[in-house]
C-alpha cells in the first residue's frame, strides 16, 4: 500500500459544486501539505500543517480550504468549483527533521466543466 | 525572491545518449535544499535527490549524476546512457525559507522523451 493516498484519483465535477479531495497517510509524520500542478507551472503550495492545530496558507490558496481531522488526514475543499482549479493534486507529507524526505501521494486528477 | 527555472521545455534524445537536465535556482537563503523528482507518464512524483545548500559534492547514483554548483546557482542532473523508461518530467525544486519546512518552490519541469 502507498505511504500517501490521496482520493479520488479522478474526478470530474461542474462549476459550482463542492468538491473534496482526502489525503491520509502512514508514516506517522507531523507536516502535511496539498500542491496543484498545472501543465507549465510545475506544483505550487496551497495549504500546509505542521501538526494537528496548525494550517498556513500557501502561494495559491484563493478558492480552497483544508481540515486536518487527524494526523494522519489532511483533506482539501473547493468550496465553489472553477474550470480554472481543472489540475493535477498533490498531498505531500514530511517529517520536519534535518535531511528528511518529502513523500507525494500518487495524485488526484479534477476536472471541473 | 525564491525561483527555480527549468529553461528546457522539452527534450528528446535517442536511447543511449546522454542527457542534460538543467536547473537555475534564486534565493537569498544560505541554508537551502534543492531537489530532483521524476513524474512518469502515471503521474506520480518519484524522489530522486535531496542535497543541501552546504554539500557541493557531485553525486552519482548509477546512470544518475547531478552537479551543484553554487556559483552559478545550477543544479544540473545528467542521465548517461538513456533509457525508454527515462521518459518522463523531471522537476527541479528549491525547498525555501527556514529549512526542513517542506514548502518547495518548483521548477515549470522538463519534459525527456526517450525514443528506441
Known amino acids: 500500500d502507498a505511504d500517501v493516498t490521496q482520493t479520488p484519483r479522478n474526478r470530474i465535477t461542474k462549476t459550482g459544486k463542492r468538491i473534496m479531495l482526502e489525503c491520509s497517510q502512514t508514516?506517522?509524520?507531523?507536516?502535511m501539505y496539498w500542491y496543484r500542478q498545472d501543465p507549465g507551472l510545475g506544483l505550487r503550495l496551497i495549504y500546509y500543517?505542521?501538526?494537528?492545530?496548525?494550517?498556513n496558507k500557501g502561494e495559491i490558496s484563493d478558492g480552497y480550504s483544508v481540515s486536518r481531522q487527524a494526523q494522519a488526514k489532511f483533506s482539501l475543499s473547493l468550496e465553489s468549483a472553477i474550470p480554472n482549479q481543472t489540475a493535477l493534486y498533490f498531498c505531500?507529507?514530511?517529517?520536519?527533521?534535518?535531511?528528511?524526505?518529502?513523500?507525494f501521494g500518487e495524485g488526484s486528477w479534477l476536472t471541473v466543466v | 525572491a525564491q525561483k527555480v527555472t527549468q529553461a528546457q521545455t522539452e527534450i528528446s534524445v535517442v536511447e543511449k545518449e546522454d542527457v542534460t537536465l538543467d536547473c537555475v535556482y534564486e534565493?537569498?537563503?544560505?541554508?537551502?535544499?534543492l531537489f530532483w523528482y521524476k513524474q512518469p507518464p502515471s503521474g506520480e512524483l518519484v524522489f530522486l535527490i535531496r542535497?543541501?545548500?552546504?554539500?557541493?559534492q557531485n553525486e552519482i547514483s548509477g546512470r544518475y549524476s547531478w552537479n551543484f554548483q553554487k556559483s552559478t546557482s545550477s543544479f544540473n542532473f545528467t542521465i548517461t546512457a538513456s533509457q525508454v523508461v527515462d521518459s518522463a518530467v523531471y522537476f527541479c525544486?528549491?525547498?525555501?525559507?527556514?529549512?526542513?519546512?517542506?514548502?518547495?518552490?518548483f521548477g515549470q519541469g522538463t519534459t525527456l522523451q526517450v525514443k528506441p
Open positions: 525544486a528549491l525547498e525555501h525559507g527556514s529549512s526542513n519546512t517542506g514548502k518547495l518552490i
Open positions: 542535497r543541501n545548500s552546504f554539500d557541493e
Open positions: 534565493t537569498r537563503d544560505t541554508t537551502y535544499y
Open positions: 508514516k506517522g509524520h507531523d507536516r
Open positions: 500543517s505542521f501538526d494537528v492545530k496548525d494550517i
Open positions: 505531500a507529507t514530511s517529517d520536519g527533521t534535518v535531511g528528511n524526505t518529502i513523500y
